[in-house]
C-alpha cells in the first residue's frame, strides 16, 4: 500500500453520543474531575527532509530564529515548567519526540525521576506521517516504543502524531501495536472509543483551546489571560462533573509557557486548580486505565449503538 484509501464523506472514527443520556463516568477514589497536564517536550531539526505535503519553517534555511525560539524551551522553558508542577503536585504526561532521549537524556531523567508518563510524540515534530506508507508509519511507531523503553523503562500508552499529522489507516495502525489512547481528537470533554480494525483504542481529551501554542501565537493572549482562561475552562467542567465524570487537559510547550513573564500565570492557575478537592491530578495512562477498569468503554459502546438504532 503506497498511498492514501479513497476518502470518505466522515472519518468514520467515532460515534456520536449526545448529552444527556450517557452512562456515568466514575473515577478513582470519587474524584470528579481528572486533570492532566501534556508538555510537549519536542526537538525540531535544523534541516529536517522534504515533505511535500508540509513545510516545516516557515522561513527559508537557515531560519535561525525559530529554531533557537524552540531550543529555548530544551534549554530554560522546561526547568520552569517543571518547578511549577513540583509545587502544584502535578506529574507530567509527555508528547514526547522521541528522538530527544538521544538529544538530552538529562530532560528524560528528570522527567522520569518524578514519575511522570511518557507519549509519542513521533520520533522529530519536524517529520510528519503525510505521504508515509503504512509500514513506514508502523515503523515510526516500533520506534517509539523501543526507543522510550530503552530510555526510561516505560510502555506507551498514548500517542499523539507528530505536528498533528495522521493518514486514514494511523487509528487502525495504533489499536495494533497496542496503544490504548490517541490526543489527535478533539470532539469531546470525555474520553471515547474510538473505531478501529482491531484492538481498543480510547481518544483522550486533549484540548486545543488550552494549548499554550494555540492561546499565545494564534490568540495571542497576555500571560494573565491565559491564567484566566485555564480557570474557567476548570471551573465549568467541575461543575458538569458533578453528573459524570469529566477530562480536563491542559497541552503545555516549555518555549512558551516556561518563559520568565508567563510562568507565574501558569503556576498560579494550576496552584488553584490543585486546591479543589474533588481533582484527580493523573496522566493520561492512569486515566485510559480508570476508563476500561470501570467499565465506561464498553458502556458508551453499548450507548452510541442504541442512540444510532433509535435515530434511524
Known amino acids: 500500500?503506497?498511498?492514501?484509501?479513497?476518502?470518505?464523506?466522515?472519518?468514520?472514527?467515532?460515534?456520536?453520543?449526545?448529552?444527556?443520556?450517557?452512562?456515568?463516568?466514575?473515577?478513582?477514589?470519587?474524584?470528579?474531575?481528572?486533570?492532566?497536564?501534556?508538555?510537549?517536550?519536542?526537538?525540531?531539526?535544523?534541516?529536517?527532509?522534504?515533505?511535500?505535503?508540509?513545510?516545516?519553517?516557515?522561513?527559508?534555511?537557515?531560519?535561525?530564529?525559530?529554531?533557537?525560539?524552540?531550543?529555548?524551551?530544551?534549554?530554560?522553558?522546561?526547568?520552569?515548567?517543571?518547578?511549577?508542577?513540583?509545587?502544584?503536585?502535578?506529574?507530567?504526561?509527555?508528547?514526547l519526540n522521541v528522538a530527544l532521549?538521544?538529544?538530552?537524556?538529562?530532560?528524560?531523567?528528570?522527567c522520569a525521576d518524578r514519575g511522570w508518563e511518557f507519549f509519542s510524540h513521533g520520533i522529530y515534530n519536524t517529520r510528519y506521517v503525510y505521504n508515509m506508507t503504512i509500514e513506514q508509519e508502523r515503523e515510526i511507531i516500533r520506534d517509539a516504543f523501543d526507543t522510550v523503553r530503552n530510555h526510561t523503562g516505560q510502555e506507551l500508552a498514548g500517542w499523539l502524531s507528530p505536528a498533528l499529522s495522521n493518514n486514514l489507516w494511523t487509528m487502525d495502525i495504533l489499536a495494533e501495536a497496542g496503544i490504548q489512547y490517541t490526543c489527535d481528537m478533539f470532539h469531546d470533554d470525555q474520553p471515547m472509543p474510538v473505531k478501529?480494525?482491531?484492538?481498543?483504542?480510547?481518544?483522550?481529551?486533549?484540548?486545543?483551546?488550552?494549548?499554550?501554542?494555540?492561546?499565545?501565537?494564534?490568540?495571542?493572549?497576555?500571560p494573565r489571560h491565559y491564567g484566566e482562561i485555564i480557570r474557567r475552562q476548570f471551573d465549568q467542567l467541575y461543575r458538569e462533573s458533578d453528573d459524570s465524570g469529566m477530562v480536563m487537559c491542559i497541552p503545555l510547550h516549555p518555549y512558551l509557557v516556561g518563559q520568565p513573564h508567563r510562568i507565574d500565570a501558569f503556576a498560579e492557575a494550576i496552584a488553584y486548580i490543585a486546591g479543589h478537592d474533588g481533582v484527580w491530578q493523573a496522566t493520561g495512562r492512569e486515566i485510559a486505565a480508570a476508563y476500561h477498569a470501570s467499565g465506561a468503554y464498553d458502556a458508551m459502546t453499548a450507548a452510541a449503538a442504541a442512540h444510532a438504532g433509535g435515530a434511524r
Open 196 to 222: 478501529v480494525a482491531s484492538g481498543r483504542l480510547i481518544s483522550m481529551p486533549y484540548s486545543l483551546e488550552m494549548n499554550d501554542v494555540i492561546v499565545y501565537n494564534s490568540h495571542k493572549v497576555t
Open 101 to 110: 532521549c538521544d538529544h538530552h537524556p538529562e530532560i528524560i531523567r528528570a
Open 1 to 95: 500500500m503506497t498511498g492514501q484509501p479513497e476518502m470518505q464523506a466522515d472519518l468514520g472514527l467515532y460515534d456520536y453520543l449526545p448529552w444527556p443520556g450517557r452512562p456515568k463516568i466514575t473515577w478513582p477514589g470519587g474524584k470528579k474531575l481528572a486533570v492532566w497536564i501534556a508538555p510537549n517536550i519536542e526537538f525540531y531539526e535544523y534541516d529536517p527532509p522534504d515533505n511535500p505535503t508540509r513545510t516545516p519553517w516557515g522561513r527559508p534555511n537557515p531560519d535561525v530564529l525559530q529554531y533557537s525560539h524552540r531550543d529555548y524551551g530544551n534549554r530554560a522553558g522546561w526547568q520552569r515548567m517543571m518547578a511549577a508542577m513540583d509545587r502544584a503536585g502535578f506529574r507530567g504526561s509527555v508528547s
